[in-house]
């Protein structure tokens, strides 16, 4: 039953991964461009609209020059140059996504 579980979870939970990876120097990286903020921008969004969603952050999705980069799981959708306004358009998306 456990495994049945977890199972479920894997498949009906999303999860929004974001990339924090910082690197010093000139070279590009989201952690650079302010994906911190972003980060913690989205985790706030979903508690408050409580949507069945988890966000985690993660080191590089290999689109670094196109950052910051938000990535949906299980959909595997990305979103490259994440700013307030993809963020709402995000945040939205997982809105939808949860009235189905
Ligand atoms: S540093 Fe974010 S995708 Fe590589």
Known sequence: MVILYTVVY????KKLQ???MHRGGP???????GSQ???HHLRAE???LELPCEVESINCLL???QGPN???LP??????KVDAQLCAQIVQKLKDDSDC
């Not at 070279?27 to 461009?33: E, I, M």
């Not at 959909?75 to 490259?80: A, L, M, S």
């Open 37 to 39: 903020e972003i980060l």
């Open 75 to 80: 959909d595997g959708k990305i979103w490259h």
């Open 18 to 20: 974001v990339c924090v």
């Open 63 to 65: 689109y670094c020059q």
């Open 27 to 33: 070279s590009a990286s989201c952690g650079a461009k």
């Open 70 to 72: 938000v990535r949906l």
């Open 10 to 13: 894997i498949i009906v939970m």
């Open 46 to 48: 979903v508690e408050r």
